[in-house]
């Protein structure tokens, strides 16, 4: 299938707008259902200054649109609404509870003559429902494994108590809402893994099986070095959202610079005397203050089943990172802290000089990276696993990509054609800017590439993306 993207918009003058978060509210329908008690159905309304009157009139709005929706198919109510100024995300994550984000569309503001006021052009199409909706699925599952279900808030102290926790949380979370970054990776949420050989995968195996033999109160351990997974012991599920606080909030916050010298492997006889470069992320900053503080974060997994509360310990050592996961019923202090400390602190230092050493080796031998003709993002259902060369960084506050915004939505358009069939398929663009885009869907996997090849062909971009697909992705695409 052969598309020509739209052209990229022009103009000297003119000013461009991001979008932007208008409104973000929660409400339960059956908290209010009688006239006069309205304001009982709003659970959480940013910004919180906006009047009474018109709080109670949008959730009104957005409640009457579901339950119209829902006339022509019970099943599944609507999840956006389109209209000229803004677009409107809707997501029911527990029965009756609604969560609703109102995003401004971007918009082009341009200049008139004669002193008028300039004209504003709003850009409708440029917001893709796949990629927000996304965002407002992850701000549950991100308040979730932070607090655990609406219901299970409801069940402890009411809706008294579950408006203070979503008061909270969301205070906070929606200020780290940077829409105009927001791109394919959201849809997919993925996780990056750590390449690595078998006898380093396999050190690194038996140091968890070590740790959490010798602390027995472990019950979960994931392994991450350079903020990407290389062990993990939770449902994928949990896992998924656990990374993407660790990678987008948590990390950065403690990325000083490293020690001169810490990633270069470590001198033999320097392993004898437990020198070493460990330190919690969360719980205490330094074990040696008697006034240092034994709290953790507390997260909640399984969910659905067991419903598991737990402490989160985060420990680094150098570009190594380990969460060990501790029931929140237990008591943890002083004691238990330093124990971890003392065992995991000099074996994890070692580990990642000996993960360092080893992929430096790699890339020595895998020779010198060329700028390759051609940018690509991966990303397998099956085990989540996502790699993208067009995002160079890619934080909450932070998503440096090395293509044009256009070439970005090209993207998310074709995994909107993607997500609507269930066979493989393939999709190639033309954009008006000399690149063409590729993407490639086979059972389970999806491949996305863009190529700048000016005078290319049709013919010869099918045989570029056949040799990326050759020596990147063997044993993983089968469409000819």
């Known amino acids: 299938m052969l598309m020509i993207s739209p052209r990229m918009a022009s103009g000297t003058q003119e000013k461009q707008y991001n979008p932007s978060l208008l409104n973000f509210f929660i409400y339960n329908p059956k908290f209010g259902p009688r006239e006069g008690e309205e304001e009982k159905k709003i659970l959480f309304y940013h910004p919180s200054e906006v009047e009474k009157n018109e709080k109670i009139r949008n959730v009104g709005l957005c409640e009457a649109i579901v339950q119209f929706t829902r006339t022509f198919c019970p099943t ?68 979730k494994l932070f607090n655990g279900t609406f219901n299970r808030a409801m069940e402890a102290g009411g809706v008294e108590l579950l408006t203070q926790k979503l008061e ?4 906070r979370y929606l200020q780290t809402l940077h829409l ?23 050190k690194i195996q038996s140091f968890v099986n070590r740790v959490e033999e010798s602390l027995s109160l472990v019950k979960y351990t994931a392994f991450l070095y350079n903020d990407q997974l290389i062990w993990s012991g939770l449902e994928q ?38 020198l070493h470069y460990g330190r919690f992320l969360t719980g205490p900053t330094n074990l040696k203050d008697p006034d240092a503080k034994f709290r953790f974060p507390r997260i909640f997994v399984n969910t659905e089943d067991s419903y598991e509360e737990l402490h989160l310990i985060v420990y680094k050592a150098m570009s190594a990172a380990v969460c060990f996961m501790i029931s929140a019923s237990v008591e943890l202090g002083r004691e238990f802290c330093e124990q971890l400390d003392g065992l995991v602190g000099p074996q994890l230092t070692l580990l990642a000089s000996d993960i360092c050493e080893q992929y430096n080796i790699n890339r020595r031998l895998s020779g ?14 099956m085990n989540l696993a996502e790699k993208s060369t067009i995002h160079m960084r890619k934080t909450v506050s932070v998503s440096l990509t090395s293509v044009h915004p256009d070439l970005m939505k090209i993207l998310g358009d074709i995994n909107c054609d993607f997500a609507r069939v269930d066979e493989d398929e393939e999709i190639i663009v033309k954009a008006m800017t000399d690149y063409w885009v590729v993407g490639k869907k086979s059972d389970q996997r999806e491949l996305y590439v863009i190529l700048n090849q000016k005078n290319a062909n049709l013919i010869e971009v099918n045989e570029e993306v056949k040799r990326l697909c050759a020596t990147q992705f063997n044993n993983i695409f089968f469409l000819d």
């Open 76 to 143: 599944k109510p609507a999840k956006s609404l389109h209209t000229q100024k803004n677009r409107q995300f809707f997501h029911e994550p527990e029965e009756n509870f609604w969560m609703v984000m109102v995003v401004r569309n971007p918009m082009i503001e341009k200049p008139n003559k004669d002193g008028k006021p300039p004209t504003v052009e709003y850009q409708e199409e440029e917001i893709l429902d796949s990629v927000y909706g996304a965002v407002l699925q992850q701000c549950y599952s991100m308040y």
């Open 237 to 274: 599920e949990d896992m998924r959202i656990l990374y993407k606080y660790l990678t987008t909030s948590l990390f950065p916050r403690h990325s000083e610079p490293e020690l001169a010298g810490r990633d270069s492997p470590l001198r033999p006889e320097v392993t004898g005397n437990l």
């Open 180 to 202: 105009q970054t927001c791109d394919l990776l959201d849809v997919f949420g993925g996780i990056s893994f750590f390449p690595l050989d078998k006898m380093t995968y396999l």
């Open 168 to 171: 909270k949380f969301f205070y």
């Open 368 to 381: 010198p990276e060329k700028e390759p003709q051609f940018k690509f993002i991966y990303f397998n259902h």
